[in-house]
């Protein structure tokens, strides 16, 4: 790949931690193969955030090439609380709010992005912005660059999402009905418990469509779009994708630590902090005890239980799933949060669990409990580990695939219930256990789905299979040995190549 390290390339995150890890993972990537200057702009808050994940970070390419910019933006301007600036423990009306309010960072990224190219005498390469910010594509155009859209999920998910949005409204489908949506074959099915409620009411004049249509538009107007996945993993939802958005689309996931990778022995990773360091939090139990708890267990036979960095399960459902998790036997080790309707930063409190329960899971050594936030990529990737019980966000979906482990999909918000479907119909990875906050699911069926696919022969014993199958092209994805090149290190040679084109094109265009 060509390279000249006085290019520079701006990225434009939105505000919530499973998007802007996947920029900087996919930040550290140009620079380690171009030597390209990246500058990711964000709120400060949010530059907090990524800075502490970056500064606690031992394996960084190059810190003085990738650049933390913070754009001003007052979150009390938007009627969000005061350093309101991020999704998580977000409730959904301030979630609304904060999309809403990512509209202001319009002028000042401007004026950014202009300042670059006033300093250099020439524009930056490209913008990659989230596909949240279409916008951007404008303020590209009119400093004499190209826009490319990245999607933080994968390309099945992504393409529900967005043909949902630009398909409205969807009120009137009936709960037992199934339709079709625009940009899938015929025998993708969905239906309308799949859709957020939010999603359910929308009709383009509620400020949800107002500000995703409009955005998502923008982004198919854009040089071209990225996305968080690989090309062998994801071939029909990739090409179905680029049939919709009529734009090339390059698969450059998965974007995880390249040490997930690699490794298959727990042993490298635990050393490595990588939960922690990714995401600039510190768990409540260190990661060591995590790993000395996985240790006694038999090779496969744990059963991790999250629901992402900002969902959380309703009361009922939460008494119920822990039922199920201590009627099953199976070993397990769940993180905890205050369910739907408690402040998600209040304290624990005994009465969300069974009575005795947390005490009967230590004495029976049956079950770990992690308040709020566990390290959660050692613990897949540790080897007593066997199955995901998931809100499938796609960060995990990647992160769980990585490992070989198949998937307990509880799908709670965003495009998660299409990636369940994709991991359920598709890839044959995956059962899904209920949707959302509002079904009524009892602790039988928790216990049935466990031991379905803890189970290493049967159901169980085929989507370990098949995700095994996954796991191995995740991992020949991005390998760069020589010659030998990964399909997601080939495309994302193409769009650097590709984009050096355009400015080549741009430049002989603009001196005639
Ligand atoms: N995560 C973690 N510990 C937790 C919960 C989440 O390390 O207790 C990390 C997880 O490894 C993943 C990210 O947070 O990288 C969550 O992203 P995902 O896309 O799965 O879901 P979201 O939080 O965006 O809904």
Redesign the pocket.
Known sequence: MASKSNEQIVMLPFM????L?PFLALARQIHQATGFTISIASTALNIQYLTSTFNSSSDEPNNDHIHLVELPFCSNDHGLPPNTEN??NLSLDLVGKLFSASLSLRTPFHSFVGDIAAKQGHPPLCIISDIFFGWAGEVADSLGTVNVSFS??GAYGTLAYSSLWLNLPHRGRGDSDEFHLPGFPDRCRFHITQLHHFLRNADGTDSWSKFFQPQISLSMQSFGWLCNTVEEFEPEGLEWLRKFVKLPVWAIGPL?PPVVLKNDSSSLVISSGI??R??G?R?EISTEKCMEWLESYSPGSVLYV??????SISPSQMMELAIGLEESAKPFIW?VRPPVGFDKKCDFRAEWLPDGFEERMKNRKQGLL?R??????EI?SHMSTGAFL??????????SLSQGMPIIGWP???E?AYNSKMLVEEMGVGVELTRGVQSSIDWKEVKKVIELVMDKKGKGGDMRNKAMVIKEQLRASVRDEGEDKGSSVKALDHLMRTLESKRQVISSTSTI
């Open positions: 919530a931690h499973g998007h890890i999704s998580e933080t999920g995880l939960s922690t990714r995401a939090k768990p999250s629901f992402g960095s900002q969902n993180v992690v709020n936030w566990a390290p959660q990529l897949l998931s809100h499938c966000g796609w960060n995990s979906v990647l992160e709670l918000a965003a998660q």
